[in-house]
Structure formats: C-alpha cells, structure tokens
C-alpha cells in the first residue's frame, strides 16, 4: 500500500528546519558574545570606566 | 501540528509544545519587545542625562544588559502567566499559551538572560548598576507577577516600580552611584505607570475579569478608576516638571513637559467624561508618546549645543 509520504514527513520536515534555525540563531548569539567580551576586555584594559 | 489545535488550557500547563519546536521568533516575542523598547528607552535617558562619560561601548553594553533583563523579567512573567494568559484574548496568542513554546524552556530561556545580563552588567559597566538591574527583574517577577498581580487592584501601582528603574540603571551606569535626578525620574514613571495602565484596563476589563486578575476597573468600577487615573495625571503634572526645577533640564524640556502634563490631564478629563472605550484607548496610545517624547527631549536637552540655551 502507498501511503501518501508528504503529510507525514512535513511536520518532520518543519521541526528540523526550525531546529537548524534555533542552532543558527544560538551559534549567532554565542558569537556575538565573545566578540562582545573581546571588545569589553581590550576597552577597560584600555582604562575606560 | 498547527498553533491553533492546542486547547489554550492544556497548552497553559505545560503539555501543549507545539510538536514542530518553536521559531527564533517566538523565543523573541518571549521578550515583550514593544515593553522592552520603553524599558531601554528610558533607560538610555538615564544614561544620557547622567553627568560624567562613560566609554561609548560600556555604554552599548549598559544598554544590552538592560534590553536583555527586562526581556528575561518579560520570559519569566509569561511562564508565570500562562494560564491566565490562555484566557485573555489580549495574550492568547503569546508562545506558551497557543502551545509553540514549552513552559519549562521559557523560564530556563528567561533565567538564564537575567543572570547573563546581571552578570555582564556587573563585570563591564559596575556593580550598582547590576545589583539595581538585578533588583528590577527580582521585582518585576517575584513583587509584581507573582505577589501583587493576582491579589491587589494596587498591582500596578506598587509594581509599576520595576518599570521606573531603568533611567536609575542608566544613571548608576555612568556615575556610579544614585542621586536626586534619576529617583525623579524613576518617580516620573512611577506615577505615569498607573493611568497608563489604567486606560488599557478600562477597555479591557472584561477580559482581566475573566482571568480573575482584580484590576481597577474590575473591582473598585470604571468611575472610580477614571477619578485616580485624574489624580495620577494632575500629580504626575508637577513630577515631570522636577528635572527643569532641579537644573537636570533645560527650559525646552520645561515648556515640553508642561506641554504634554496639560494634554494628558485633557486625556483624563476626556476618559472622565466619555461612557465609551475611545477615550480611553486614544489615552492608552497618548500614554505611550508622553513617555517617548518626554525622554526624547530630556535626552535632547543633554545633546550639547543642541538644545540647551535654546529657551534658557
């Protein structure tokens, strides 16, 4: 029997699409800290208060 | 599965996780954005208004730690909110109550962003400025959502407080201590919190009903709480007139804030007289622009050469 194969893998299809995405934007925050401490520590090494 | 199938109230216990997972997005509107951008708004005021430099990076980062704090006090007041949240149509449609974001993983998202912020607010900028970030997310979840909210029609009054520390924060941030200026104008907030709040719930009573929230109008009447959101415009008229008095500000900001002092008492006047919703919302709406425009011209003032002088 063929059962209709997109019904059932859309919503798999869909989680792991949002899944990639939340690692994306978790991979872009992480990121953007380190260059954010970077930055933070060569300005108060810098003697900025 | 789609957002809609989840019955508001199993989604609001924690069992209604939308099977796909949550977007980027839902974990943003977690934050209360459009609160946030007031919270960071006056916040910024603080900063500029405060007397001494701060490091234009410390200073981004001052306003990062605050953007994110308020957003993580927002996260964890919807994980606590959720099932009341289900209820109102104003917040059904958050991420936890329609089932796309999980409870457990909203407060873990919200926790670990106020720590972070706290954190990072302590070790780049100073301590004081994170210890009173630390102390208006504490506030704003343990005083507010979770203390007052379901219990008092003072609810917003006394946790209206939260809201006001931001332009305290800022200041904290560039001087390293706290002084007149900026308790006036966490006191400006303070007491613009009430009627602004007020005037949502006027024209939202019957859903803070439903929900069993005792909010002015659902416990003590629409009359009675048209008559304190007066007082609250009337007394709120000499507060923001204080910066000006005090030298914080120029004549510009004066003239400004006796301005939109007068314009908000006439907004009042307005919701005192009106039997229907109109006035109340076009007072909700002018709320928000006080606030904006106030700041802006105190935020202005401070520009040098900007408008400092222009009416001294």
């Known amino acids: ?49 | 599965m789609s957002d809609i199938s989840i019955p508001a109230g199993e989604a609001a216990r924690g069992h209604g996780a939308d099977d796909a997972g949550a977007r980027v997005s839902d974990f943003v509107q977690l934050l209360k954005p459009r609160v946030m951008s007031l919270v960071v708004f006056s916040g910024f005021a603080g900063l500029m208004v405060a007397p001494g430099t701060l490091h234009p990076v410390l200073a981004a980062v001052a306003i990062l730690c605050i953007t994110v704090g308020s957003g993580a006090a927002g996260a964890i007041n919807m994980w606590y909110d959720r099932d009341i949240d289900a209820i109102m149509a104003r917040t059904c449609g958050r991420p936890i109550p329609s089932g796309r974001v999980d409870p457990d993983e909203a407060v873990s998202f919200g926790i670990v962003l106020a720590i972070g912020s706290v954190t990072l607010m302590g070790l780049a900028v100073n301590w004081l400025a994170a210890g009173l970030l630390a102390a208006a997310i504490a506030y704003y979840v343990f005083v507010y959502t979770i203390w007052l909210k379901r219990r008092t029609p003072q609810n917003i009054v006394i946790g209206g407080a939260a809201g006001a520390f931001p332009p305290l924060i800022g200041w904290a941030a560039v001087t390293g201590h706290v002084g007149v200026a900026p308790i006036v104008l966490f006191l400006l907030i303070f007491m613009w919190t009430p009627p602004h709040f007020w005037a949502l719930a006027l024209f939202r009573a019957g859903d803070y009903a439903k929900a069993g929230i005792p909010m002015l109008p659902v416990v003590a009447g629409a009359t009675a709480t048209k008559l304190q959101m007066l007082v609250y415009t009337v007394l709120l008229l000499p507060l923001a007139l204080a910066p000006w008095a005090l030298g914080v500000a120029g004549a510009f900001y004066g003239l400004t804030a006796a301005v939109l002092g007068a314009l908000f008492i006439v907004a009042a006047v307005r919701v005192w007289f009106d039997s229907g919703e109109r006035a109340a919302r076009q007072m909700f709406a002018f709320s928000i622009l006080y606030l904006f425009v106030l700041f802006t011209v105190l935020i202005l003032d401070r520009a040098p050469g900007l408008l400092s002088g222009a009416l001294a």
């Open chain 1, 1 to 49: 029997m063929n059962a209709p194969s997109l019904p059932a893998t859309a919503p798999e299809d869909l989680r792991r699409r949002r899944q990639r995405a939340r690692n994306l934007a978790l991979l872009a925050v992480l990121l953007g800290l380190v260059a954010l401490i970077y930055v933070i520590s060569i300005v108060r090494m810098g003697g900025a208060s």
